[in-house]
């Protein structure tokens, strides 16, 4: 194949809609078009004036569209498909952590490489100032700490190379993060702190913190980090927000995804979505969801912030509350199971916000028609989350196609599978969990409890609809990694390892559709993405494989050539 290096281009898309009869703007040409519709077969050329398909059709078909400016290119047998749709992500937060440390186990194999990384960055910084970094799982590295709790790293290392300035390294699942002494001390935890409803403070046998904060617990330190935040002005804040969008947008079209669905942001972010948004500036199709605020906030504000298809180019929607977190992560031992743990029998994990709670949220959804997306990971808390579904639709019986989600939904009771697809609730799932913590699920749950869990095939099959994403940054956006995981079972890293439990792996059409039509699907978008048929928007995505026939490692190969979204070209991988 070609080699191409990347380029991205940012041009608005212009929101014309031609007739059929018109000349195209852009025309894709000698291509393998995967429609993904069920009334469109699929086809080699596409034709796109201003925001929309007109034509799908052999080439000559679509040939005869091409005017004196239309822009067609020849793609040389290439793969089109609709743009990938990520189901479940976290916009600012991936922004933010392409510009911090990265000590996940493909930069920082071990602890004692996160240490040299974190003792590198101190020799740098100013007195005082935090040093962050993101992606660390001590399942991942390549040998245990010399000095550990629970495996965990003892921390006192973080204290020898880090001693005069604050340090947080947040764990790769988002729910743990491990601090040194400094921040420990800016948060106010000491000796005699109690866990948090909701949160786990780790300690050694002494009853010392050795700097590792589980779920609520990470709170105080994050305040003390946004304090430090606060003395910025303005002017630098929205800098560094604008960067983080701008990094963000570049990773998601660099990797053909043109639709992301945000989970959990405050009013304020909402505010500085809705103003990219009205001046045009947003580079992607934004679906976000409201953090849980307090209820009352959310009752107080939720219509205001309602938007649907917003801004110059109708790239902002906001009709979500979500993601709410029910309990933890597998590998942080806080994911809230009915039975203990098996390596650390201590612990079922814990629910992290009160089900009342979650049952008041649900009760404000319903009432605003917003849709409602609450993280479950544990068996527990997958249950417990469709038990309060059940109870507020069965008390709101007029109410339909609310496509009310659970986030994640790894590890299920066997009888609650069928419940999603009897419900109508969508399982926004993300394929690549499943492979990245294969190596230690059953020494954490044991095989029974593995048996059913990222159940595609079992939650296919009995009708429901899963949606695919990555959670980055927990998890890097590259579609590709995300869509082998589905079809083969096996983790990335280990490509030609042995596939965990393969009878539940998608079809390559399944776990195709679950990244596009479903996608658009679980944001009300179906009738314009998701499939490529005249009419709908022209978010798509050239490919220079065809994941659909490829063999496997082929797809860990694949590249994104041209990422169009809106009729535009936005990214285009260069030759090099």
């Known amino acids: ?91 600012l937060d991936t922004g933010e952590a392409l510009s911090e440390l990265d000590v996940s186990a493909a930069q920082a194999p071990s602890w004692d490489d996160i240490v040299r990384e974190v003792a590198e960055a101190a020799r740098h910084a100013k007195r005082g100032e935090w040093i962050i970094g993101n992606g660390w799982h001590q399942e991942h590295w390549t040998h245990p700490p010399r000095e550990s709790v629970e495996g965990l790293p003892a921390g006192r290392e973080l204290d020898a190379v880090s001693p005069d300035n604050p340090v947080l390294l947040q764990h790769a699942s988002g729910h743990a993060i491990f601090v040194n002494s400094v921040a420990l001390r800016l948060a106010g935890i000491g000796a005699g702190t109690p866990n948090p409803p909701g949160g786990e403070i780790v300690r050694d046998a002494s009853g010392r913190a050795i700097g590792m904060l589980r779920d609520s617990a990470m709170r105080p330190v994050l305040a003390a980090l946004e304090k430090s935040r606060a003395a910025q002005t303005p002017a630098a804040k929205r800098r560094r927000l604008l960067d983080e969008v701008a990094l963000a947008t570049h990773d998601a079209l660099e990797h053909g995804v043109t639709s992301w669905q945000d989970m959990g942001q405050p009013f304020e972010t909402l505010d500085l979505y809705r103003s990219l948004a009205a001046q045009g500036k947003l580079g992607v199709r934004l679906y976000a969801f409201v953090s849980d605020e307090p209820v009352a906030a959310l009752k107080a504000h939720l219509a205001h912030y309602r938007l649907i298809d917003y801004g110059k180019d109708g790239l902002l929607t906001v009709r979500g509350i979500g993601e709410i977190l029910s309990d933890g992560a597998l590998g942080t031992h806080s994911a809230w199971f ?50 309060i579904y059940q109870a507020v639709m069965a008390e709101h019986p007029g109410k339909s196609d609310l496509r009310w989600r659970i986030d994640h939904a790894q590890h299920l009771l066997p009888a609650d599978i069928p419940r999603f697809a009897a419900l109508h609730v969508i399982a926004s799932m993300q394929t690549g969990h499943a492979c990245d913590d294969a190596p230690y699920v059953v020494r954490r749950i044991g095989a ?40 083969t079972r096996r983790e990335r890293f280990s490509p030609e390892g042995a596939p965990f439990y393969p009878r539940e792996a998608m079809t390559r059409r399944e776990a ?65």
């Open 1 to 91: 194949m070609r080699a191409f290096a990347p380029v991205v281009l940012l041009a608005a898309a212009s929101g014309v809609h031609a007739t059929p009869r018109a000349p195209a703007d852009l025309i894709l040409y000698d291509a393998h078009v995967v429609t993904e519709s069920p009334d469109q077969a699929d086809a080699r050329a596409i034709a796109i004036a201003g925001q929309r398909i007109v034509a799908v059709g052999t080439d000559r078909e679509i040939l005869e569209q091409r005017g004196p400016k239309t822009r067609a290119i020849d793609l040389h047998g290439m793969t089109v498909v609709p743009g990938f749709v990520d189901s479940h992500a976290h916009f």
């Open 338 to 387: 009915f039975e203990p743990y098996l390596d650390v029998p201590t612990t079922r994990g814990y629910s992290v916000t009160p089900l009342a709670t979650i049952r008041a949220l649900a009760e404000v959804a319903m009432a605003d028609d917003f849709q409602i997306s609450v993280h479950a990971i544990g068996a527990r808390a997958n249950h417990e989350v469709l038990d």
């Open 448 to 487: 029974a409890r593995a048996a059913s869990s990222y159940a595609w095939h079992s939650l296919i099959e009995s009708g429901a609809i899963i949606a695919n994403g990555t959670d980055a940054p927990v998890i890097p956006i590259d579609t590709m990694p995300n869509f082998f995981c589905a079809v």
């Open 512 to 576: 195709l559709r679950a990244y596009t039509y479903n996608g658009a699907y679980s944001m009300f978008k179906e009738r314009e993405l998701g499939t490529l048929e005249a009419g709908k928007l022209a978010d798509l995505v050239v490919l220079d494989h065809d994941i659909l026939t490829a063999p496997a490692p082929e797809i860990l190969a694949t590249h994104v050539l041209y990422t169009v979204l809106g009729g535009k070209v936005v990214y285009q991988r260069r030759r090099g």
